[in-house]
Antibody
Framework: EVHLVESGGALVQPGGSLRLSCAASGFTFSNFWMSWVRHTPGKGLEWVANIEQDGHKTHYVDSVRGRFTISRDNAKNSLYLQMNSLRVEDTALYYC??????????????WGQGALVTVSS | QSVLTQPPSASGTPGQTVTISCSGSYSNIGGNTANWYQHLPGTAPKLLIYNNNQRPSGVPDRFSASKSGSSASLAISGLQSEDEGDYYCAAWEVSLSGPIFGGGTKLSVL
């Protein structure tokens, strides 16, 4: 069974940094794109970033590009999101998500339970 | 503002059929497949429909979907109280190299 477990969520001040982690199990992690998606009550679901199988190519939504960095360690079956220069509007529940179709990286079959990031002074 | 446009709310009574629409453009739904996600209160989002009209294993056949041009729609028949929650359409957006989500539709079962 596929499992994704996020950790690292916290309360942080504006301008601060935080690193989220996602531990994956139950599938061949290195075969699939991975994504971070965030949810806020007001905006709903928003894709944040993704990373290709070997970690060499990454993509970001405009609002986080230059501040957030997605990375992965295939030897550890782990996904990361380094978040710098955090803003109040980054407050959200952050989900780690994976697809199980190599031909459709936009399809997100599996989701973790989320890590809560609160940016507030 | 989301590039994929959904109605903010929908409702129905138990047993009825409800349809949720999703409008996009050539760079997302028009040129790629549409997926639908169910997000129930207190749970993680769940893939409900992929590749325009395919159901993952375990999703009841009460849920169906279709795509035409740059628009997609989700139909839920035999509405049940446990269907209450938010429903999101999504599609690969060429300009992002990532998926884009609709604003979500809050489904109420009256």
């Amino acid at each position: 069974e596929v499992h994704l477990v996020e950790s690292g969520g916290a309360l942080v001040q504006p301008g601060g940094s935080l690193r989220l982690s996602c531990a994956a199990s139950g599938f061949t992690f290195s075969n699939f794109w991975m994504s971070w998606v965030r949810h806020t009550p007001g905006k709903g679901l928003e894709w944040v970033a993704n990373i290709e199988q070997d970690g060499h190519k990454t993509h970001y939504v405009d609002s986080v590009r230059g501040r957030f960095t997605i990375s992965r360690d295939n030897a550890k079956n782990s996904l990361y999101l380094q978040m710098n220069s955090l803003r109040v509007e980054d407050t959200a529940l952050y989900y780690c998500a994976s697809g199980l179709d190599r031909g459709d990286p936009g399809r997100l079959d599996c989701w973790g339970q989320g890590a809560l990031v609160t940016v507030s002074s | 503002q989301s590039v994929l446009t959904q109605p903010p709310s929908a409702s129905g009574t138990p047993g009825q059929t409800v349809t949720i629409s999703c409008s996009g453009s050539y760079s997302n739904i028009g040129g790629n497949t549409a997926n639908w996600y169910q997000h129930l209160p207190g749970t993680a989002p769940k893939l409900l429909i992929y590749n325009n009209n395919q159901r993952p294993s375990g999703v009841p056949d009460r849920f169906s979907a279709s795509k035409s041009g740059s628009s997609a729609s989700l139909a839920i028949s035999g509405l049940q109280s446990e269907d209450e929650g938010d429903y999101y359409c999504a599609a690969w957006e060429v300009s992002l190299s990532g998926p884009i989500f609709g604003g979500g539709t809050k489904l109420s079962v009256l």
